[in-house]
């Protein structure tokens, strides 16, 4: 059960599309937006929270990660900021 508001001014005639669509689909104004909002922003955050390089470069990435040292004292303080900080 949606227990959050969000209320917004727009465009007439985006809101006309919208009622329409909502309409055509057979579900509320509200379960429309609501959804596009969803899958909009999940979409949104999978973009930024994830990172694709061409072959060559995981190879030489995981080569590197594979040859790697012990953690210093600053990559230790680095994680533990991105942890405090909710950084993934």
């Known amino acids: 059960?949606?227990?959050a508001r969000?209320?917004?001014k727009l465009d007439e005639k985006i809101k006309a599309k919208a009622?329409?669509?909502s309409a055509l689909l057979r579900v509320s104004l509200t379960d429309y937006v609501a959804s596009l909002m969803d899958e909009n922003a999940t979409?949104?955050?999978?973009?930024?929270?994830s990172?694709?390089?061409k072959n060559d470069?995981?190879?030489r990435f995981m080569?590197?990660?594979s040859q790697a040292r012990e953690?210093?004292?600053a990559l230790r303080d680095a994680v533990a900021f991105t942890q405090e900080n909710g950084i993934k």
Do not use: G
């Open 1 to 3: 059960m949606a227990t």
């Open 63 to 65: 080569d590197a990660c």
């Open 19 to 21: 009622v329409k669509a």
């Open 57 to 59: 470069v995981f190879d």
């Open 43 to 49: 979409q949104v955050i999978a973009q930024h929270e």
């Open 6 to 8: 969000f209320d917004m």
């Open 51 to 53: 990172i694709t390089v």
């Open 71 to 73: 953690p210093n004292q």
